[in-house]
């Protein structure tokens, strides 16, 4: 299946700080979804992104999606502790036909007050 | 508006025995995807379901099976259960849009799925 590298693999840093993570794959994607995901909960979107270079924002998030369409990045500025939660980003490639979505291996987060 | 929802919230099983475990999609959707996520990994898809038809699936055994009713709602029904099936069972639902064409998934919170 398609593999999906997502870093770092986790994150420890202070309250207000910015933060970075990305996401690539070995093929090309037609649509990038990222999530969060709390302890004994299912995933909850954050953003979706549909087109090669399209920024979109949520709040402090940004999310964008790479004009090779082969990767995704996502920003927390301004970061606080209800922050805390796993990333996820989800990717479908382009020759899928149903509505497949390929997860990474998450980026841990851990907000310090 | 409810979400998604799935139930139950935990199971436990022994070795071998069956389980069926239930999604209602968020109102609206049509299409139910089902992914395994084991401990400290990202989601695995296993199949999508779309007009009362398996329409996707993924790598897993022909134990993992599933069905639609026409409500939408769905079931995962795995057989002869090992230990290496504990997991979190994640419930996605969307609405189909087209052909080749992606729409956001919605997930629900899960059943947490112990195989002793």
């Known amino acids: 299946g398609q593999q999906l590298n997502q870093s770092p693999q986790s994150m420890f840093i202070q309250e207000g700080e910015d933060v970075s993570m990305n996401c690539t794959s070995s093929?090309?994607?037609?649509?990038w979804l990222w999530y969060k995901q709390e302890p004994g909960e299912g995933p909850v979107l954050l953003i979706a992104?549909?087109?090669?270079?399209e920024l979109t924002s949520n709040g402090r998030l940004t999310a964008q999606f790479g004009i090779t369409r082969k990767d995704s990045f996502l920003n927390i500025s301004a970061s606080i502790p209800s922050d805390v939660g796993i990333y996820f980003c989800?990717?479908?490639?382009?020759?899928?036909?149903?509505?497949?979505?390929?997860f990474g291996t998450g980026t841990s987060l851990t907000v310090i007050p | 508006d409810a979400g998604v929802t799935q139930s139950p919230t935990h199971l436990i099983k022994t070795r071998g025995q069956q389980v069926t475990l239930r999604c209602s999609p968020k109102?609206?959707?049509?299409?139910v995807s089902w992914y395994q996520q084991a401990l400290g990994q990202g989601p695995q898809f296993i199949f999508q379901?779309?007009?009362?038809?398996?329409?996707q699936r993924g790598n897993f055994p022909d134990r993992f099976s599933g069905h639609q009713f026409p409500n939408y709602s769905s079931e995962l029904n795995v057989n002869a259960l090992l230990l290496g099936d504990s997991a979190l069972y994640l419930c996605?639902?969307?609405?189909?849009?087209?052909?080749?064409?992606?729409?956001?998934?919605?997930f629900g919170p899960g059943t947490r799925l112990t195989v002793l």
């Open positions: 996605a639902s969307s609405l189909d849009i087209g052909p080749s064409l992606s729409n956001e998934q919605f």
């Open positions: 093929s090309i994607f037609n649509t």
């Open positions: 992104l549909y087109k090669a270079g």
């Open positions: 989800a990717g479908q490639p382009l020759s899928n036909t149903g509505n497949q979505f390929y």
């Open positions: 109102s609206g959707h049509d299409t």
């Open positions: 379901y779309y007009e009362e038809e398996e329409r």
